[in-house]
């Protein structure tokens, strides 16, 4: 009997070992970097609430089903320390609780924003009892000796405070979700650094600054010498490589930039190197005592420079953007990823290439909340394999950046992304992906796919595209709205390609490598999802592909599936 009962228990002790859940988590493949929750890669189609959205459970409590039914799988949302910690020592988690069963109910995945220290280069999340206490918890202060609203990265009490409340939070989180996993991730603050000045000039800032360069950045920089952003190779070499000094005899002196090419010229690089050092130093531990307590994946968020942004301190100095990332790294390793919040829309691709130097993934927690952004996140994940797309100010309502709760653009991009992600997972991070994409007034453009080139533009012809009213354009007028198309090549003459939001025509010819004379169209298959996300086919013919392929009207997102043939 004594026998039986020891046998029962051992295995009562290995079906708990069995089921022990694997909590989400980062994996490089083939150079990428995939997201994988409940053991499956897990791609974000998602959105950012307001920053005053989750202020309040009453507040917060009708918009779940809202991002449900515009088709979103994951939402962004703040938690921000003046409310979990309104005095200093008594937490308080009930809008923490409001915010995970909202979410959990409508089976949307959350990942939470910090909201501790440092807000858009500012500290105006911290709790009052902070707020108040300067000379316990310091702040920055400009070269133009401005005390600025901003807490100062030597400021030790500060660090622990906030190391202390994101530690009692990643508890709490733990607590609650670890079973359900609704949770999957975390931003730790928001678009750090220091606005209206190049460097932070407190007097242990200038200190710092005039003292050596920390030994443990300077063996990073020899170990990882081959691999370095080549701004920051340059800026070392030029100063001879040394291995000690100041930051201004290791990476020389800091000078305005004043010329035209802003992207790959940098003024007051070594100011930004200095605070990209203590920035990340700071968060590198508030993330780690997160990470100690329950962990999850955790990235920091950049407030990208811009044109007419050129120097640091008029975009926030220091913070996490690509000719800083290997300090970020030395400084944090805790710190998963960055990830690149992006309005100036002009410059996407280049912020996306930028954000996917190094292995680093694409990851958008912020962007334009329009037709455009919705067009966008076609070209995001087919072009760049992007974990996460974030139209800003999802919900509606608010004051700036927000989107139009009667625009239905990413409510259909989102559907049709679902319904091929299983496509899209497959082919993730190879050749047989990518996308293309359109803006206003933009007519045409294509890419070469092998045997193939697969085309997008405009389609005017006999008045398809003119309607009475809306946002796709008044009568008599042409539509000119912003469009995307993600195509995946199954084979050498098949493909499946998918996009919309502004009309357009997908065409498919010979590319100059295949010496076939003429192709055709041996199918053309309007692709459609059952309940159970089964495909079903509809084929096209005749009049619906007859003036050169398949047509997608203006506030439509479809998918087809073509196959070509030679003769």
Not at 117 to 138: A, I, L, M
Not at 188 to 214: C, H, K, M, W
Not at 419 to 437: G, H, P, Q, S, V
Request: net charge negative; hydrophobic share 40%; charged share 25%.
């Amino acid at each position: 009997m004594k026998s039986l009962l020891v046998i029962l228990c051992c295995i009562v002790v290995l079906n708990v070992a069995g089921q022990k859940q694997v909590l989400p988590y980062l994996e490089n493949v083939n150079g990428k970097t995939e997201l994988i929750v409940n053991k499956e890669p897990f791609l974000m189609f998602s959105g950012e609430l307001h920053n005053s959205s989750a202020g309040s459970a009453h507040y917060m409590r009708p918009i779940w089903k809202r991002m449900k039914e515009n088709n979103l799988n994951t939402v962004i949302a703040p938690v921000c320390w003046e409310l979990i910690e309104p005095v200093e020592g008594k937490f308080d988690f009930s809008l923490v609780d409001s915010m995970v069963i909202g979410a959990r109910e409508q089976d949307l995945k959350l990942v939470i924003l910090w909201f501790g220290s440092w807000k858009n280069g500012k500290s105006t999340y911290v709790p009052e009892w902070v707020k108040t206490n300067t000379d316990k918890y310091p702040l920055m202060v400009s070269k133009s000796r401005r005390t600025l609203n901003t807490l100062n990265t030597f400021g030790n009490n500060s660090l622990e405070a906030d190391k202390k409340a994101f530690g009692k939070l990643m508890n709490h989180i733990k607590k609650i979700d670890s079973k359900e996993q609704t949770v999957v991730m975390v931003q730790v603050q928001n678009e750090v650094g220091i606005l209206g000045s190049p460097r932070d000039y407190s007097e242990q800032a200038t200190e710092a600054f005039n003292g050596p360069v920390p030994a443990e950045l300077m063996t990073y920089l020899q170990n990882n010498k081959e691999s370095l952003y080549p701004a920051l190779l340059t800026a070392w070499k030029t100063n001879g490589f040394k291995t000690t000094g100041t930051w201004e005899e290791v990476f020389g002196k800091g000078e305005k930039y004043r010329g035209e090419e802003w992207k790959t010229n940098f003024g007051y690089y070594t100011e930004e190197l200095f605070m990209a050092w203590n920035l990340a130093k700071y968060i590198g531990e508030v993330t780690q005592k997160g990470k100690d307590e329950y962990a999850l994946p955790m990235f920091a968020n950049a407030w990208i420079k811009q044109p007419r942004a050129v120097n640091p301190g008029k975009y926030p100095s220091g913070g996490p953007l690509p000719h800083v990332i290997d300090i970020w790294r030395a400084a944090a390793p805790a710190i998963d990823f960055i990830a690149c919040d992006i309005y100036a829309v002009e410059e996407f691709d280049w912020v996306c290439e930028e954000f996917s130097r190094s292995e680093n993934p694409v990851f958008i927690p912020e962007t334009t909340p329009t037709v455009g952004g919705a067009a966008r996140a076609l070209y995001a994940f087919g072009k760049y394999d992007a974990l996460c797309y974030a139209p800003f100010g999802i919900d509606g309502y608010g004051l700036f950046n927000t989107a139009d709760v009667n625009d239905e653009s990413l409510k259909k991009v989102y559907g049709c992304l679902n319904d091929i992600k299983k496509y899209i997972n497959e082919n993730r991070n190879t050749d047989n992906m990518t996308a293309l994409y359109i803006g206003e007034g933009e007519k045409a453009t294509d890419v070469d796919m092998g045997d193939y080139i697969v085309y997008m533009s405009r389609f005017s012809s006999a008045g398809l595209f003119k309607q009475t009213g809306g946002r796709f354009g008044i009568e008599g007028e042409e539509d000119r709205s912003p469009a995307g198309l993600i195509i995946i090549k199954l084979s050498n003459d098949e493909f499946i390609v998918a996009g919309g939001v502004g009309g357009i025509q997908i065409s498919v010819g010979v590319s100059k490598s295949n010496k076939a004379v003429n192709a055709g169209y041996a199918s053309v298959d309007e692709i459609t999802f059952d309940d159970k996300g089964k495909m079903k086919l509809h084929r096209l013919n005749g009049d619906e592909t007859a003036l050169g392929g398949a047509i997608i009207r203006p506030g439509e997102v479809k998918a087809f599936k073509i196959k070509m043939y030679t003769y």
